[in-house]
């Protein structure tokens, strides 16, 4: 088998088994009203990407897949908790095909089932750890931090006139590149990595996760509506300020200019505006800065992979990262 | 000076100081759209009873105030989580006189500021832990875990036709006594104390946090009104299965049980009816129910004390747990 298929199916494998868990986890313990909602969302399948970065940086540390299974779990409970909470916040009715938490049960019900995946997903981060507890929950307590103050920059840019290319990659790198990096920092050093491989996976995963954020932004406006299970789109009509967005009003001048401020002015546009945006977009050739954006941030990701002396693992962890920024959803 | 004053001083001063500290933890902190919300709820009054309960119980294990703070500040941001969150659940517009979260901003902010205020409280309890970290954010933890089943349990019980009184006990223990278990124990743990100390000031706390809960059911109706702060018979009017309710339906027979039932079907009753239930529950005698109750768990409670060698400490854990039972609000 070529590495790149045993690379796959490695993947698939554990995503399949990381799914079975987070299905039965909660699975019949009381009271139901809590945990049925917990194990509805838990179940709707995802990328397990986090989790997949804790289990591959503890091997990559010398350790293996089971030692870290509980934090590995631990953390797609943290992300799933962001997700209920975040769903809540900007009114959204579906994600990946399902109804919403909120949607499908209510809203106290969608509040309270966020808390509960939370409390348990350091029920268990705290079953993997030993001597390194207080090193291990203070990155993840860290990631809950920053994801907060990102989800409430990301509210604030809304409103907010003016913003720049630096705040929305403060934002971004908050919302969802810390979570990568402490993947990689707890995966890491639950293994027992010395400090410069925490330090240089843990920089691998930030600037995945900042090439990651970009090609969201990015698939937004050029992905495939059915594969990417999103409204293309969807973020101009809802008036966000993305990187492309912001690297347009940069760049635009006179009445392309004025079209972008207008996105601004009426807080999002209709559906029907979008291919006359996309082509503006290209025209600006933010399409582009985009995709060069996200292949530097990539390029950073896989230098920090130097600290690892296998060439397997290196292997490994550069296959997760060029199979997410091409992936199409 | 009397002990009594001595042990009043030293309780008002602390929760002086933690009111202050509480007020300046995240104020001037980025984002401000979140940390604002958060400082407005922390500078909110309260009794301080969590903090303080980590206070002594760190002092009773031979170590001092100053090396549990920041874990005492954990423990009223964590309930703080609760109250914001609750707040939602419930509808409340005020607590303790200030406009709750969701109303004096909005859903989104208070959502998002419960979150954040449960991140930070993570973090400040690590600061206060050493090798006893897995054991300390352990028990801090289940707390988390606990609360959010009672609050779960408590919303079951206002659509569930039939409540025992045992179904009740769990729900407050889970809802509120066992976050004062956890205070002892936490305090008692990190202030170094042997294994049955920790077990029987947990004891304590847990037996306090149900004659507590008893006495706030008790307050409601029989409180006044200015010095509890909340309108009396409330729990009456929301239709609320209480101590006092449940003991009143399990001692009541024909028109008597027939005016219980009532507050079921119609999901609670106007606020004018309240001095004909009040009347109702004196006959019965489940005010005396609920003052037996009170007065058992406290003695529990009490008893668990003999874990301390110092009489002065037992005369502190004594005086709180009296100042409690005695309240008016």
Request: proline share 2%; charged share 25%.
């Amino acid at each position: 088998m070529k590495q790149e298929d045993i690379f796959n199916k490695t993947y698939t494998t554990q995503r399949a088994l990381i799914d079975k868990k987070l299905a039965s986890l909660l699975h019949g313990k009381k009271p139901v009203s809590l945990y049925e909602p917990c194990t509805y969302i838990l179940s709707n399948p995802g990328k397990r990407l986090r989790p997949f970065l804790i289990l591959i940086s503890a091997k990559a540390a010398g350790s293996s897949y089971k030692n870290v299974y509980n934090a590995a779990l631990a953390i797609e409970m943290l992300h799933t908790f962001t997700l209920a909470h975040d769903d809540i916040m900007d009114k959204a009715d579906k994600r990946r095909g399902h109804l919403t938490l909120h949607k499908k049960y209510d809203l106290n019900t969608a509040i309270l089932a966020g808390d509960s995946l939370l409390s348990v997903a350091y029920q268990y981060l705290l079953k993997d750890t030993g001597d390194n507890a207080k090193e291990v929950i203070g990155l993840f307590t860290r990631s809950l931090i920053e994801v907060c103050e990102g989800q409430s920059f990301d509210t604030d840019f809304e409103i907010q006139a003016s913003v720049t290319l630096d705040e929305y990659l403060l934002m971004i790198t908050k919302k969802t590149a810390i979570m990568l990096e402490t993947c990689c920092a707890i995966g890491s050093v639950l293994g027992g990595a010395p400090e410069n491989v925490v330090q240089g996976l843990a920089k691998f995963g930030k600037n995945l996760g900042i090439a990651f954020q970009i090609q969201d932004d990015l698939l937004d406006i050029i992905g495939n509506e059915k594969e990417f299970g999103k409204t293309i789109g969807g973020d101009l009509v809802a008036g966000k300020k993305t990187f492309l967005f912001l690297k347009a009003l940069e760049k635009a001048q006179g009445q392309d200019k004025t079209e972008l401020l207008r996105v601004i002015e009426t807080k999002g546009i209709k559906k029907s505006q979008v291919p006359a945006y996309r082509d503006l977009y290209y025209r600006l050739g933010v399409i582009e800065d985009a995709q060069n954006a996200i292949a530097a941030y990539t390029k950073k990701a896989l230098g920090s992979l130097k600290v690892l002396t296998s060439e397997e693992d290196r292997a490994m962890f550069t296959w997760l990262a060029n199979k997410l920024i091409k992936r199409t959803r």
